[in-house]
C-alpha cells in the first residue's frame, strides 16, 4: 500500500512564525501536491512538483511556498504565517501525470494565533 | 477554469440508499472521481469514471455521469453507520493531473 505520511498531524504557531510541513511518500511516485481543506470550500491546490526540484503554482500559492530537494519529500513553507492560513493541510502523491487518482496523507491541522 | 459543486449536507437512515449529486463546468473534464474522507484522515479514492462511459458499478457504488448536463452522481445502497463521511467530487483534464475538488458532501447515516 502507497503511504503518505505527514509528520505533524496540529501545530499551534503564532502571527509571523515560519512554518515548516513535511510530507513523506514511501511509493516512488513522481506528482507530489499540497491542498489546503476549509469547510464548503473543499480542497484547493497551493503547490504541485511532477519531479525533483521542479515546483509549479497551484490556484492559491500566496503566501506559501515548496521544497522538493528528494524525490520522496515535498514540504510546504510558510514564510510569515498569518490567522488566515489556519487550516487543514493535505499532502498527495500520484504515479502518473494523466489521471485523477491521489493517495493523500492524514492531513496537518495548523492553528495561527 | 473548472468549477465543481456539491450540496453540503445529506441525512440518510440505515440501510436505505444515499445519491450524493455533483454538477461540473469544463466540459472537457476526462476523469471524474469520487473521494471519500472519514473523521480524522485523509481522502480515499472510492470510484471513478471515464468521461466516455454512462455508468460505472462497483459492488453498493454505483456512478452516473449525464455528460449532457454535466452531472455526476454516486449512489451507496443499502448505506451502513461506516458510509458517514464526507464525500468529494473531482475533475481532471486530459493534460496533467490538476483536480479540481467540489466543496465535499457531509453525509450523516442515522441508525
Known amino acids: 500500500d502507497v503511504k503518505v505520511t505527514q509528520s505533524s498531524r496540529y501545530l499551534v504557531k503564532r502571527t509571523g512564525e515560519k512554518v515548516f510541513l513535511e510530507c513523506v511518500q514511501d511509493?516512488?511516485?513522481?506528482?507530489m501536491f499540497w491542498y489546503r481543506q476549509d469547510p464548503g470550500l473543499g480542497l484547493r491546490l497551493i503547490y504541485f512538483?511532477?519531479?525533483?526540484?521542479?515546483?509549479e503554482k497551484g490556484d492559491i500559492p500566496e503566501g506559501y511556498s515548496v521544497s522538493r530537494e528528494k524525490k520522496e519529500r515535498f514540504s510546504l513553507i510558510l514564510e510569515s504565517a498569518s490567522t488566515n492560513q489556519t487550516s487543514m493541510y493535505l499532502c498527495?502523491?500520484?504515479?502518473?501525470?494523466?489521471?485523477?487518482?491521489?493517495?493523500f496523507g492524514e492531513g496537518s491541522r495548523l492553528t495561527v494565533l | 477554469g473548472e468549477d465543481v459543486e456539491q450540496s453540503l449536507f445529506l441525512s440518510v437512515r440505515e440501510g436505505d440508499s444515499s445519491v450524493i449529486n455533483c454538477t461540473y463546468t469544463?466540459?472537457?473534464?476526462?476523469?471524474l472521481y469520487w473521494y471519500k474522507q472519514e473523521p480524522g484522515a485523509g481522502l480515499q479514492l472510492l470510484t471513478y469514471i471515464f468521461s466516455n462511459m454512462d455508468m460505472k458499478q462497483d459492488q453498493r457504488l454505483t456512478v452516473l455521469l449525464n455528460k449532457k448536463d454535466k452531472h455526476l452522481s454516486l449512489r451507496i445502497a443499502d448505506t451502513q453507520t461506516g458510509d458517514s463521511a464526507i464525500y468529494f467530487c473531482a475533475a481532471v483534464k486530459a493534460a496533467g493531473n490538476k483536480l479540481t475538488f467540489g466543496g465535499g458532501t457531509r453525509v450523516l447515516v442515522k441508525p
Open positions: 469544463d466540459s472537457s473534464s476526462t476523469y
Open positions: 511509493m516512488d511516485h513522481e506528482n
Open positions: 512538483s511532477y519531479d525533483v526540484k521542479m515546483k
Open positions: 498527495a502523491s500520484s504515479l502518473t501525470q494523466s489521471t485523477g487518482e491521489l493517495f
